[in-house]
């Protein structure tokens, strides 16, 4: 498929590549369309990949991951454009975190909305899937990072979008558990989560930990 990375961080750099090992086309999306840091993946990254304009790589993408700055989601969806995005899944990676005071980080947005919300209020004919945001980069494509169960959330409202974007979670990038915590309000769950992630990087020394809910 064609694919859009939206996002040169570490997170674009992760789902980019495993894209591009499945075979993929892949263009990484910036505000530039020659930043450095894109450059430097597409040379790693052979003939599949390729770079441009976040409204360059949303054109070109038939699927758009958004693995932009919580805080900067917004200024880059707009320069994705509404045109570009209509009618596609937009799997949406960001959090809202805000460093602003330092650490340990506080939301921007929380409780009664959250970006996955935004983005889906702003783009509606985009179908917007919450995902992956819960977890280090490096487990987003290689859940077995992490021993044992463990489980990665879809939140959105197109019951279609979803289904097929636990199909990549599971097929494309291995995990066993995907589970499916309603509508894209459900986003706002998942990005608290993250604060409580945070403080247990700290006590856990690493990144590479993750949730599994066991039940009765
Ligand atoms: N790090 C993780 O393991 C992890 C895990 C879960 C979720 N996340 C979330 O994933 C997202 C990406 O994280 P990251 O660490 O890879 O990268 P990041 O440094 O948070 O974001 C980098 C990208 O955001 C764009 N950006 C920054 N400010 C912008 C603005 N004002 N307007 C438009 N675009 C702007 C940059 O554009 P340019 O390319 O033009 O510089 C760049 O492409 C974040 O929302 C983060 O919270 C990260």
Redesign the pocket.
């Known amino acids: 498929m064609k694919i859009a990375v939206l ?6 750099n992760a789902i980019g590549t495993k894209l591009i090992q499945l075979n993929h086309q892949v263009m990484m999306g ?3 369309a020659n ?1 450095e840091k894109a450059s430097a993946w597409v040379k790693q990254n052979g003939g599949n990949a390729s770079q441009g304009t976040f409204a360059d790589a949303t054109k070109f993408g038939e699927i758009i991951f958004n ?6 989601t917004p ?2 969806l707009n320069q994705a454009g509404a045109e570009n995005l209509k009618g596609k899944i937009l799997i949406d ?3 809202a ?1 805000d460093f602003s005071k330092g650490m340990p980080p506080t939301l921007f947005v929380c409780n009664t909305d959250s970006l996955g919300e935004q983005i889906q209020r702003a783009f509606p004919e985009a179908k917007v899937v919450k995902t992956l ?1 819960t ?3 490096n487990i987003m494509v290689n859940p077995s990072l992490v021993p044992g169960d463990h489980d990665v959330f879809v939140s959105g409202n197109d019951a279609d979008a979803k289904a097929k974007v636990t199909d990549i979670l599971k097929n494309w990038f291995g995990w066993k558990t995907v589970i499916d915590l309603g509508d894209i309000t459900s986003a706002r769950t998942v990005e608290m989560w993250v604060i409580l992630w945070v403080r247990l990087m700290g006590v856990v020394g690493h990144p590479n930990f993750n949730l599994h809910i066991t039940k009765a």
Do not use: K, P
């Open positions: 996002g040169t961080g570490v997170v674009g910036s505000r530039t930043n693995c932009t700055n919580g805080a900067g200024a880059a990676i960001s959090n975190l945001n977890i280090n980069c």
